[in-house]
T-cell receptor, first 116, second 111 residues
Framework: EAQVTQNPRYLITVTGKKLTVTCSQN?????MSWYRQDPGLGLRQIYY???????DKGDVPEGYKVSRKEKRNFPLILESPSPNQTSLYFC???????????????FGPGTRLTVT | GEDVEQSLFLSVREGDSSVINCTYT??????LYWYKQEPGAGLQLLTY?????DMKQDQRLTVLLNKKDKHLSLRIADTQTGDSAIYFC???????????FGRGTSLIVHP
């Protein structure tokens, strides 16, 4: 089954304790990205990756790191989490778009993070 | 920069039609998308429209595109309680690898 998986689905942690949220896709997609979803703010992109070893900042990258060592995995790292990073996080992947054909973003089920 | 704009909430009665509106930013966007997010889940692509089309119909869904005004709408006929979700409009300007999403419209369907 084609899917994007995220782990953990729920996480409660304390300020300053490093954490990693994993993301994996089994569709051989080139593009992967991380979003955070907050009430009234919609989806905001944190980081994206166009291929292995190629990553770039999205709209709200501060306080986050990512890596893309393998095509299927795109972990999100919070080196020193703070309460303002409490949010719902989504990983997504898609084929490389050409602008000629539509392409679909496939989303993971989300990770609800609470930082106290 | 400019945002993809959507109203935040829409409440309808079961059986009525719902119309969710969106204003996008880039008139050169080739495709425009509607994604649906059901409670507790990630987003899923619902439908899309090519920019040279004015309308696309798919069962209970009708997408209307007004390129001049950069206005996109999603009409759901005979709205059911299972249609309760957040609906996101998204655009993909040429040269952009990742779509830009609106803030989402929460559709609430009541009996």
């Amino acid at each position: 089954e084609a899917q994007v998986t995220q782990n953990p689905r729920y996480l409660i942690t304390v300020t300053g304790k490093k954490l990693t949220v994993t993301c994996s896709q089994n569709m051989n997609h080139e593009y992967m990205s991380w979003y955070r979803q907050d009430p009234g703010l919609g989806l905001r992109q944190i980081y994206y990756s166009m291929n292995v070893e190629v990553t770039d900042k999205g709209d709200v990258p501060e306080g986050y790191k990512v890596s893309r060592k393998e095509k299927r995995n795109f972990p999100l790292i919070l080196e020193s989490p703070s309460p303002n990073q409490t949010s719902l996080y989504f990983c997504a992947s898609s084929l490389k778009g050409t602008g000629v054909l539509p392409y679909e973003q496939y989303f993971g089920p989300g990770t609800r993070l609470t930082v106290t | 920069g400019e945002d993809v704009e959507q109203s935040l909430f829409l409440s309808v009665r079961e059986g009525d039609s719902s119309v969710i509106n969106c204003t996008y930013t880039d008139s050169s966007s080739t495709y425009l998308y509607w994604y649906k997010q059901e409670p507790g889940a990630g987003l899923q692509l619902l439908t899309y429209i090519f920019s040279n089309m004015d309308m696309k119909q798919d069962q209970r869904l009708t997408v209307l595109l007004n390129k001049k005004d950069k206005h996109l709408s999603l009409r759901i006929a005979d709205t059911q309680t299972g249609d309760s979700a957040i609906y996101f409009c998204a655009e993909n300007p040429p040269g952009s690898y990742i779509p830009t999403f609106g803030r989402g419209t929460s559709l609430i369907v009541h009996p």
